[in-house]
Structures are given as structure tokens and as C-alpha cells.
């Protein structure tokens, strides 16, 4: 009889069992959904799954404190790590919502309200449960304007051949995956289109990305957009991306061949060199 009032709760033992089953399902998780691949509403499911079993570890973890408190039997260590463990696993999604809250909450970023870049060779990717792809003026442009009103259309005194060109390259540098490259259509006047795909850095959640390049053969507008392809806030991730893309699209720009408007004070130059020339050749005959 001393034995058995000796042993710890049964209580105790599996509050230790599921708080260690829940972390192991939520690394599990996270692990499968940033390296495998796994969807991300499979992975969200799993990790509703770790955070409800942490909650019952707790439950059970006062039930053995209780019997623990009346009979004097060990197992507080147990019960005590069941409790840490259960609740820094469930502190993790609300520090998550509570950083999500200190950001606008805008998942779908565009330089262009009225007509933004649409979503077409992406969309074979995005599975149950993702967010529309159609753009949602009226829920998404007010907040955009007060919170990332440095976000535009550029626009660039090249050819769209040549801007479209380095937004392809721009895409590639910043490590994105290409899912379309259609390039722009000067004679039938179709822009330029690339879709992409990103993913965030801890999480890996997917984002996708459309740019746009339009204009002739002598100026070009390029429109971007980023969107969040599940859930509703980004923290800032798509209006950084945009950024990051307008950055880069110039900065490939700036390293290529001089502007229309050096092109065309260059070409007087290179007549007249050119005529210098054929002048020597002629003497020289």
C-alpha cells in the first residue's frame, strides 16, 4: 500500500507524454511544411492539433498538482515541465498574433488599384483554402495608401524589351522561383508578364508575384504585385518584397546600356565619328 501511494499519478505521466507529443508534432509540422513541402492548410491543421493536445497536457498536469496537493505522492517535476513546455508551445501562435496585429493587415500589395498584374499561371498552384486571386479594391487599397503610399508604378525611359528584360533578371537575383515569362509584344501592344513565387524565410509560407511591363519602344511603366496565398496578415512581408523587386528592376537598369535620352545626345557624336571615317577612307584611297 506504501508503494503504491509512493508512485506518481498517472496524471503526471501523461501530461509529460503530451506535452512531449505536441512539441514533437509542431517541430514536425514546421519541418515538413519548410523543407518537404507540405501544404500549408495540412500544416496549420497540424499545428491546431500540437496546440490543442498542449492544452490537454495542461488539464492534465492540475489534475496530478491536485492529487499531488492531497496525498503527498511525487511528480511535481513532471508536472511542472508538462506546464512550461505546453505553455511556451502555445505562447508561440499568440506572440504570432500579436505581431501579425502590429502590422497593416493587407496580404495582397499592387502598384495598380484599377487594373493590378492578374494571377494566371500561379493559379494551378494554389490549392483549397487560399486566398482569392482576384484583387480586392475596396477591402485592401485604403489601408495600403495610408501604410505603403511609397508604392507605385515606375516608370522608365527604355524600351519595355529592355525593362522587361531586367525584371526577369531582377525575379532571378532575388532568388525567386519563375512560374511565366511571356515578353512584351511591341507591334500586337500586349505587355510583358512574369509570374513567381516566393516563400517567407522562417515560416515558408508562399506568396505570389505578377509584374507587368507595358510601353513602346522608347518608355515603359512596370506594375507589380505581391500577394500572401494563404491567411490574412503579411507583416509588411509583400510591400518589402515589392520594394525589393522596384530596387532591383532599376538597379538592373542603371548596369545596362545608357538611357533613350543619353542615346539620343550620343548619336550625333557617332554620325559624326562615323563620317570622320569615311572621309580618312576616301583620302587614304
Not at 498538482?65 to 511525487?74: D, E, F, N, V
Request: glycine fraction near 6%.
Amino acid at each position: 500500500m506504501v508503494a503504491e501511494l509512493e508512485r506518481e499519478p498517472a496524471a503526471s505521466r501523461w501530461a509529460t507524454r503530451a506535452a512531449l507529443f505536441a512539441f514533437g508534432l509542431l517541430v514536425a509540422a514546421a519541418f515538413l511544411h519548410r523543407v518537404v513541402g507540405m501544404a500549408t492548410p495540412v500544416a496549420f491543421n497540424l499545428v491546431m492539433v500540437a496546440l490543442g493536445i498542449a492544452v490537454l497536457s495542461i488539464l492534465a498536469a492540475i489534475v496530478a498538482a491536485l492529487i499531488i496537493w492531497h496525498t503527498g505522492r511525487p511528480g511535481t517535476a513532471r508536472v511542472l515541465f508538462a506546464v512550461t513546455l505546453s505553455l511556451a508551445l502555445i505562447a508561440i501562435p499568440l506572440v504570432g498574433i500579436a505581431w501579425v496585429r502590429e502590422h497593416p493587415l493587407v496580404s495582397d500589395i499592387t502598384t495598380d488599384f484599377g487594373n493590378p498584374p492578374r494571377f494566371s499561371a500561379v493559379l494551378r498552384l494554389r490549392g483549397p483554402g487560399s486566398n482569392s486571386p482576384v484583387y480586392d479594391r475596396a477591402r485592401f487599397e485604403d489601408e495600403q495608401q495610408r501604410a505603403y503610399s511609397d508604392i507605385r508604378p515606375i516608370r522608365i525611359d527604355r524600351s519595355s524589351e529592355d525593362v522587361y528584360a531586367a525584371a526577369v533578371d531582377a525575379v532571378k537575383r532575388l532568388k525567386m522561383t519563375p512560374e511565366h515569362e511571356e515578353p512584351p509584344n511591341l507591334e500586337a501592344g500586349t505587355p510583358g508578364m512574369i509570374e513567381a513565387v516566393d516563400r517567407s524565410l522562417i515560416m515558408g509560407l508562399y506568396d505570389d508575384i505578377a509584374i507587368r511591363v507595358s510601353g513602346n519602344a522608347e518608355t515603359a511603366r512596370v506594375d507589380i504585385r505581391s500577394a500572401q496565398r494563404f491567411a490574412t496578415g503579411d507583416m509588411g512581408r509583400n510591400a518589402e518584397r515589392v520594394r525589393e523587386l522596384i530596387k532591383e528592376i532599376q538597379a538592373r537598369i542603371d548596369a545596362s546600356v545608357p538611357t533613350a535620352q543619353e542615346a539620343k545626345e550620343e548619336a550625333p557624336a557617332a554620325k559624326r565619328e562615323r563620317g570622320s571615317r569615311s572621309a580618312s577612307d576616301r583620302r587614304r584611297r
